[in-house]
C-alpha cells in the first residue's frame, strides 16, 4: 500500500469518526431536553461505564448531583453508557464489591438472542426482523409465565427497556416498598437461585411445582401422557416406567421447555454488573435503549422505533467495501451495492466495523 493510498483511508476513519460522534452529540443533546434520558436513583451511589470502541474503555466514575452526570454527558457523548445495578458506598473506587460496598442491587435480567434458525443473515453479529422477534418473545416468555403467573408480580411490577441490539432488559420495580425492600437486599446466591428456577437448572423430576408442572404440560401432546403426569408430582416415578421411545420424548420436551430463554446469568449473580443507561444509544448499532410499556410492546419494531428520527434526515454518499447482510431501517433496505445511506445506516455500518467510505 502505497503512503498515500494509506493517508486517504485514514482521513476517511477520521471523517467517519467525527460524523458519529456529531451524531451521538446531537442525539445526547436532543435526549436530555426531551427528558428521556435515564438518570440513576441515588445517583451518587451508583457507578457510571462508558465506551467508545469498546462496550466499556472507563468505569469506577460517579457523581455527586444530576447536573454534574448530565453535564458530563453532554461533553463526552459516550457510543456505550452505563450504570450499576448496585447501589454502592464507594461507587468510584477500582475494585469489586468489598472495595466499593454493596449497600443494595437492583434486580434485572438480561434478555440476549442469538442468530436463530429463520435468519437468513450470514454475520452472526448482524440484526433482522427474526431474531428480534424470538428477542420479543422470550421477552414474554419471561414475563407471563414466570414473572406474573409464578412469582405473583404485576405488569406495574416491571420495567421493560429493549436492549438497542438483540435484547430487552427486564426490571423488576415492585410497587410494594416492602417486597421491593427485600428483593433489593437479596445476596448473589438468592439472586442466583431466583434465575436458576427460571432457567430449570434446579428442576427435580421427583417433585415438580405447578409452575414448571403447567409449563410442559402445554408442550405435551400425548394426552395419555398429559393425564399421567397432571396426576401427580413425581414425573420421575411415571417416565421411568414408560418404553424407551416415550421415555427419550417426554424428556426432550422437558428440555426445550427449559431451553426457551437466553438469558445473560451474570445479569442477576455480578454484584458488580453493569447494565446500559436507559434513553442512550447502543455504540453498535445507534438505536435508542427504549422502554416500552407492556401494552405496547406486542407493536413494537425496533428497527422503526428505537431509531432515532433525526437520524433519517441526513444522508451520506457512501462506498461499502465488503459484503453485508441487508438490513431494513424505517422501510428501506440498504445492502452492499447501497451508495446513498442515512445517518442511522452509518452508525450501525459504523458499529459493527463495515470497510465503508465516505464520498464527497
Known amino acids: 500500500m502505497n503512503k498515500i493510498h494509506e493517508k486517504q483511508l485514514n482521513e476517511n476513519k477520521i471523517k467517519i469518526l ?14 436530555i431536553k426531551r427528558k428521556w434520558l435515564e438518570i440513576p436513583d441515588e445517583i451518587h451511589h451508583k457507578e457510571i461505564g462508558f465506551g467508545y470502541l469498546k462496550k466499556v ?37 477500582i475494585g469489586g464489591a468489598s472495595q466499593k460496598k454493596i449497600l443494595k442491587r437492583e434486580m434485572a435480567f438480561d434478555i440476549d438472542v ?36 409464578d412469582f405473583g408480580l404485576s405488569k406495574n411490577d416491571l420495567k421493560i427497556v429493549f436492549s438497542g441490539n438483540r435484547g430487552y432488559h427486564i426490571y423488576i420495580k415492585p410497587q410494594d416498598e416492602e417486597i421491593k425492600n427485600t428483593i433489593e437486599h437479596w445476596d448473589r446466591y438468592q439472586r442466583r437461585y431466583f434465575i436458576e428456577y427460571i432457567l430449570g437448572k434446579n428442576l427435580n423430576l421427583n417433585y415438580v411445582g405447578s409452575g414448571w408442572s403447567r409449563r410442559i404440560l402445554n408442550n ?37 421447555t427449559k431451553n426457551r430463554l437466553e438469558l445473560d446469568e451474570k445479569v442477576m449473580e455480578d454484584d458488580i454488573r453493569l447494565l446500559r443507561v436507559i434513553g442512550s444509544l447502543h455504540g453498535y448499532t445507534g438505536f435508542i435503549v427504549k422502554e416500552i410499556k407492556y401494552n405496547s410492546l406486542e407493536y413494537f419494531n425496533p428497527l422503526n422505533h428505537a431509531v432515532f428520527s433525526k437520524f433519517n434526515k441526513e444522508y451520506y454518499n457512501v462506498k461499502i467495501n465488503q459484503k453485508i447482510d441487508s438490513l431494513r431501517i424505517k422501510d428501506k433496505t440498504y445492502t452492499t451495492r447501497s451508495k446513498e445511506i442515512p445517518a442511522s445506516m452509518l452508525l450501525f455500518l459504523f458499529g459493527h466495523g463495515v470497510d465503508f467510505e465516505i464520498l464527497d
Open 114 to 149: 442469538h442468530r436463530v434458525k429463520k435468519c437468513t443473515h450470514e454475520d452472526d453479529g448482524w440484526i433482522c426482523k427474526y431474531c428480534l422477534e424470538e428477542a420479543k418473545n422470550q421477552a414474554f416468555i419471561l414475563i407471563d409465565e414466570f414473572l406474573i403467573s
Open 220 to 256: 405435551i401432546k400425548n394426552k395419555q401422557i398429559k393425564t399421567q403426569l397432571s396426576k401427580t408430582k413425581n414425573w420421575k416415578q411415571i417416565i421411568d416406567k414408560k418404553n424407551e421411545n416415550d421415555k427419550n420424548k417426554i424428556l426432550s420436551i422437558i428440555e426445550n
Open 18 to 31: 467525527d460524523e458519529v460522534k456529531k451524531h451521538y452529540k446531537e442525539y445526547f443533546i436532543y435526549a
Open 57 to 93: 474503555d472507563n468505569r469506577n466514575i460517579s457523581f455527586d448531583s444530576e447536573k454534574e452526570y448530565l453535564k458530563w454527558v453532554l461533553e463526552n457523548a459516550p457510543f456505550h453508557l452505563y450504570k450499576s445495578l448496585s447501589y454502592m458506598e464507594h461507587p468510584d473506587f
